[in-house]
């Protein structure tokens, strides 16, 4: 069992997960459906579901959950916001805290059941920041079908669903010998034939037409804010990590849950105007990262209770420590005034997107060659061919802000640039198509080296923000700025922050004293005063002029741009001038250039090491029972809240979360060009630069 003493510092917690681990499991006396498909890839929905159904609700482990969810929620800066976000997200109105105490109070027939009552509670927040989940379940099987579907408009301009056409060249190379099972589904006419739907036109799903689906899934995926970007995430796309380019399927051909067993589709074959009725089940396979099980009772010990990553730790505890019958930790003795020093962070804001996981490689064919020099990783250089703009255009593809090395990053984005430059580029197009977000300090970077040196980026590129100055917050301030953090190792020590005119706070200050009093949609709520910059002067020295026009530089998206992707993007389309477009949304659907903003995310274990390392979690020996804190996470639970809320450009006085980023353009996509990457971009820069 992957258990850590460091994880249970109250013994009745302790004792609670221990029980669970026994206790939570299938009758023996009845058939195993985990032994079943236990040691198998590929199982069928349905027989997925049987396993994780088959435990029922432990009590305690109930409790448990709700309680760490409720109390980690003070953390989460737009609780209130989502409980009626404004316009153009009205459809936003959670009270995460009222559906908490309803599932708590509730009966549920299995702890699949339940878990799926509080994700769907976290997911109606529509904030990708802000989500739970339990990898005894979510991603233990992504669920396929072989024909991701792309929206794409025909030569007229009318849009239609289509199978993409690249559906069985993606399949057949990444399900091997699998393959089959679906050409096996398929009725008479269309046996071992799959690739005769790629490119087909979709006329329903399950006898709906096709959009009554995609707005069906818009609604319960969560994640992003708009809409429409939430229709897009329905679809396949492409985009890059650091190991190369991927292949995402969408949300109807891939799904991070076994909750649907087949679809029931009527296609008109591009080769052709018949109509076609098929059946296709879903197969679900088994994630490489799981823990391999035999039987009900080792599938939950291996992968359903908390790990050594689970929950946070006390940084000033003495290692190896073995907490024993009232004794407690010994914290060692540190002169504040030798170590207590400003120390540089580098501080994330970044969506979890379970759906994301799966590095399916696009197509040699598909791909981009031939990068430029200062390629590295998730950022790609590229110059367009001259033949097909009017003034040489360089690309940089940028999948992430996030990677192993925050160095290499910044320099790689610099050193790129730079080389475009020198290849003569004069026009830059920047894409952002699946960027989840990441550094922070790398935004506001790429905003300062490409728009150079103004008072939209000195002192500060970024936004101004304000963390949520919840009760407990407020305790571990105040016990920091008393020296319960010499080392400087925690996130609210006032040492890594500025004020807002972007002056250090020195290291005594309880900084969220006082706290600002705000009125968030009837709710009395208390924020932080006003950060500013924590990213300049830069560890690498910026250009002193600018690296290109900002009237010349396009910012292109499916509109899955996220986190610091957002905060980039904003700031560029807002403060420069920057042109946004989505690709391939619905014409009449409006699009945001971006998904969610945030200011910057953490997640349950940086809530929990700040609580235990500033001393809260000592109030009793042995025992973290402060009646604000959370307890550990006894499951194999993943919880992450938005812990800074950026301001606003066009309404500095409100988040910036909540204002409206349409995209100037919604490009259309055409069966040529779809999840081509190289053949959008020359078609954007023909048509738009």
């Known amino acids: ?113 339940l878990h799926l009552e509080t994700v769907h509670a976290l997911k109606r927040l529509v904030d990708g920041h802000c989500f739970y989940m339990n990898l005894c379940y979510d991603s233990l099987y992504t669920t396929y079908l072989p024909i991701p579907l792309a929206l794409l408009t ?19 190379t990444e399900f091997g010998e699998e393959l089959k099972f679906w050409q096996d589904a398929l009725p008479e006419e269309l046996r071992g034939k799959l690739e005769l739907l790629s490119g087909a036109e979709v006329l329903s799903i399950d006898g709906e037409t096709p959009f009554a689906t995609v707005n069906a899934s ?63 089940p879903y197969r679900s396979r088994l994630s490489s990262s799981v823990e391999p099980w035999t039987n009900a009772s080792t599938f939950w010990a291996n ?26 930790p010994q914290q060692p ?33 598909m791909t981009p060659s031939s990068p430029l020099n200062g390629s590295s990783g998730v950022a790609q250089f590229y110059m367009l061919n001259a033949s097909v703009t009017d003034a040489p255009t360089g690309v940089l593809m940028l999948g992430s802000f996030s990677a192993s090395s925050f160095n290499e990053l910044q320099s790689s984005l610099l050193d790129g640039l730079k080389n475009l430059k020198t290849e003569g580029a004069e026009q830059l197009i920047v894409d952002v198509t699946n960027n989840g977000g990441g550094y922070i300090c790398i935004a506001h970077w790429l905003h300062r080296i490409i728009a150079g040196p103004r008072g939209t980026t000195v002192p500060q590129a970024g936004l101004q923000t304000q963390t949520r100055a919840s009760p407990l917050a407020q305790l571990i301030v ?13 996130l609210y020590n006032p040492l890594n922050w500025e004020y807002a005119n972007n002056t250090p706070i020195p290291g005594e200050e309880d900084w969220l004293q006082p706290p600002v009093r705000k009125t968030v949609n009837g709710v009395e709520d208390m924020f932080s005063q006003r950060l500013g910059d924590e990213c300049q002067p830069f560890e690498m020295d910026p250009p002193a002029e600018p690296l290109f026009d900002s009237n010349k530089v396009v910012i292109i998206s499916n509109g899955r741009c996220a986190s610091s992707c957002s905060l980039f993007s904003i700031s560029m389309a807002k403060r420069e001038g920057a042109t946004t477009v989505v690709v391939g949304g619905k014409d009449d659907v409006p699009q945001q250039y971006c998904g969610v903003v945030g200011g910057q995310s953490i997640r349950f274990p940086n809530i929990d090491t700040e ?33 800074r809320l950026g301001f606003g450009i066009d309404d500095p006085l409100e988040p910036e979360e909540w204002q409206d980023h349409p995209a100037d353009v919604n490009f259309p996509l055409t069966a040529d060009i779809v999840n081509k990457p190289v053949a959008i971009w020359e078609r954007v820069a023909k048509t738009l630069l």
């Open 154 to 172: 025909d030569e007229l301009g009318v849009q239609h669903v289509h199978v993409a056409p690249e559906a069985f060249k993606i399949s057949s």
């Open 303 to 328: 992968n359903c209770l908390a790990t050594n990553s689970t929950n946070g730790v006390n940084l000033y505890a003495k290692p190896n420590v073995v907490v024993d019958s009232g004794e407690r």
């Open 611 to 643: 609580i235990k390392a500033s001393e809260l979690a000592f109030s009793a020996p042995l025992c973290r029972d402060h009646t604000l804190a959370p307890p550990d996470f006894i499951t194999n639970s993943l919880h992450g809240v938005t812990w």
């Open 218 to 280: 818009a609604v319960q995926t969560g994640r992003m804010q708009a809409f429409g970007t939430r229709q897009n995430m329905f679809f396949s796309s492409y985009g890059r990590t650091e190991a190369g380019w991927v292949y995402h399927f969408g949300d109807f051909a891939a799904q991070s849950l076994p909750l649907k067993d087949s679809v029931a589709l009527t296609l008109r074959i591009q080769s052709g105007s018949d109509i076609a009725f098929a059946n296709l």
């Open 478 to 490: 105040k016990h920091i700025a008393g020296g319960a953090d010499p080392e400087n190792l925690l």
């Open 1 to 113: 069992m992957k258990w850590h003493l460091g994880s249970f510092l109250c013994l009745g917690y302790l004792g609670v997960a221990w029980a669970s681990s026994t206790s939570n499991v299938v009758d023996s006396s009845y058939a195993d459906p985990c032994a079943a498909i236990a040691n198998e890839t590929w199982v069928s929905p349905q027989e997925a579901r049987k396993c994780f159904g088959s435990f029922p609700v432990d009590p305690d482990i109930k409790a448990n959950i709700i309680e760490v969810l409720n109390k980690s929620l003070a953390f989460h800066a737009s609780v209130n916001y989502q409980r009626q976000a404004p316009p153009p997200f009205e459809d936003i109105h959670e009270d995460v805290h009222g559906d908490l105490a309803r599932i708590s109070s509730q009966d549920y027939s299995s702890d699949f059941d």
């Open 333 to 365: 003795f540190i002169d504040p005034a030798l170590v207590r020093a400003r120390l540089r962070k580098h501080h994330k804001n970044e969506l979890f997107d379970a759906s994301m996981a799966q590095n399916i490689e696009l197509p040699a064919e």
